[in-house]
């Protein structure tokens, strides 16, 4: 060490350390601050599902880098004043806007005991570890994988999505392919989806080396499901263009309608064409949890990887996404790097191989797992399951309403908790589009737009385990009643909600 460097050691390093000088004031502060967030979510239906920032709060967060220490009450009025009142919404149960789970009170805990243990979960000897691989292991009984599968959590599904694609890569040319590149051989490689696919799925293929171009968009059915005769015939016009095909992906829950793909066919097709099959379970593949639903996602279990998110139907608050793959020696051949600093050892912290980072591109990794195994836990799968149920109940309800109310028309058909519908009225694209703005900047709800053959439907995704009759209530009166102040041709007259149609279960 510099002489430079060793004259800054202070005598007594107490006053440079970042623990607190005072013990008992930060456990009053933790505590109002729990206390302050359990009273969020216990109230969470009395407040704004969202509200615009004002430019001043806004502007507060434009402020230069802080240089000199503040009073931790002082930043956090700062959060419960200008940050709290501020976000996405989706805890409340009036957000059906994208596909967000509401969280829970008990995975924020745990989210709390993660932060404390600050484990990382790259590696090595430590029961974080295999805290994350008990929930590959029960991953693996819920999708009825074999022994060898492998799992690991991510961010969300589009990271798993990628992973999942270069899983297949490495199935298709080898695990030289980390080291030579795709070159020839891999430039003639085609994947195939459907149109109703999510977007993440191109960008895999950009990001993997392929390009977009090497994803054919399969044509839906009626239903939003993919073509499945359409697809043979596409296979075959690839094959016999002297291209090879690899890589299928099927939808167990589309973005736009929640449709399932026929999971059984798609991978009776893989199996005959020697096709790694992969499903973006997103939201949909936790519908095995569900007794109603699980019938509908069979093939499921038949499929080489799934990517999924905990964090929307299993309520698990943000991130905490998830690939299982059936071979789990394809897997690590895929992500696995070995280095000097990374060395495994029999015995000692460097045990316990292999690790999480074999199996993926990240080194620093959070304790995801944590908020997971509490969740599960807890709850257990039966309770989830049930939620899972309620919310496409919720769904028909809502669709109920709309097929009751001659203002209004159903753009699809409702297959899970999602459910497209727009107001009727002369330029419907710009009255729905304002209508949706109008009822997000109202805090009423929160639902989203989409566009389904052309065009703009208002779309309520039913995700969150808080919302109730009440809330899909809510939602019908305001776009009537918003929809009657931007068409001057309705009489405006919002209908009474009794005799609404039951909720079906």
């Not at 980072?357 to 797992?369: M, N, V």
């Not at 409702?414 to 419907?428: E, G, P, S």
């Not at 009255?431 to 389904?452: C, F, H, K, M, R």
Request: proline share 5%; charged share 25%.
């Amino acid at each position: 060490m510099s002489a430079r460097l060793r004259d800054t050691l202070p005598e007594s390093r107490s006053g440079e350390t970042l623990d607190p000088q005072d013990w008992d004031d930060i456990r009053a502060q933790g505590h109002r601050m729990l206390d302050d967030m359990f009273d969020y979510a216990a109230d969470i239906r009395a407040r704004p599902v969202w509200q615009p920032i004002p430019d001043d709060v806004r502007a507060r967060f434009r402020s230069n880098l802080p240089h000199q220490p503040s009073d931790l009450g002082e930043v956090y009025r700062e959060f419960a004043d200008f940050i709290l009142p501020y976000a996405t919404g989706n805890v409340h149960p009036g957000f059906m806007g994208w596909v967000h789970g509401g969280g829970t009170a008990v995975g924020m805990l745990a989210e709390m005991l993660a932060a404390g243990l600050n484990a990382n979960l790259g590696g090595r000897d430590h029961i974080p570890i295999e805290v994350e691989r008990q929930i590959v292991e029960w991953t693996r009984q819920l999708f009825n994988f074999p022994d060898g599968a492998s799992g690991i959590f991510v961010t969300g599904t589009s990271m798993a999505n990628l992973m999942a694609v270069l899983v297949a890569r490495t199935a298709a040319l080898g695990r030289s392919v980390r080291q030579r590149g795709i070159h020839d051989e891999g430039a003639r490689l085609i994947a195939y989806t459907s149109t109703a696919a999510h977007g993440c799925i191109s960008k895999a293929m950009d990001i993997g080396g392929f390009g977009s171009n090497a994803l054919r968009s399969i044509a839906i059915d009626r239903t939003h499901r993919i073509d499945v005769a359409a697809l043979r015939e596409r296979i075959a016009e690839d094959r016999n263009a002297g291209l090879k095909p690899f890589l299928v992906v099927g939808s167990a829950g589309t973005v736009d309608i929640g449709a399932i793909d026929d999971l059984a066919a798609l991978s009776a097709l893989c199996r005959e064409e020697e096709l790694w099959f992969h499903v973006d379970g997103a939201y949909g593949a936790l519908g095995v949890l569900s007794p109603a639903l699980a019938p509908r996602l069979a093939g499921l279990e038949n499929a080489d990887s799934i990517a999924l998110d905990f964090h929307k139907w299993g309520q698990v608050p943000y991130d905490a996404g998830f690939l299982i793959v059936r071979d789990g020696e394809r897997h690590r051949d895929t992500f696995a790097a070995p280095a000097a600093y990374l060395r495994r050892e029999t015995r000692g912290l460097a045990a316990n191989s292999p690790w999480p980072c074999d199996l993926g591109p990240d080194l620093s990794r959070g304790f995801r797992a944590l908020k997971t195994w509490f969740t599960l836990k807890t709850y257990g799968t039966e309770k989830l399951g049930a939620v899972i149920t309620r919310t496409c109940a919720l769904a028909a309800y809502l669709e109920a309403r709309i097929l009751a109310e001659p203002r209004l028309e159903l753009l699809a058909p409702v297959q899970l908790n999602i459910v497209c519908f727009r107001y009727r009225a002369d330029d419907a694209d710009r009255v729905n589009g304002d209508i949706v703005i109008d009822i997000q900047e109202s805090g009423i709800a929160a639902p989203s737009t989409t566009i389904l053959d052309g065009e703009l439907a208002i779309r309520a995704a039913i995700v969150n385990h808080r919302t109730d009759t009440c809330d899909i209530d809510a939602l019908i009166a305001a776009v009537l009643d918003f929809g009657a102040q931007r068409s001057p041709a309705d009489d405006g007259v919002v209908p009474k909600i009794e005799g609404a149609p039951p909720l079906a279960m």
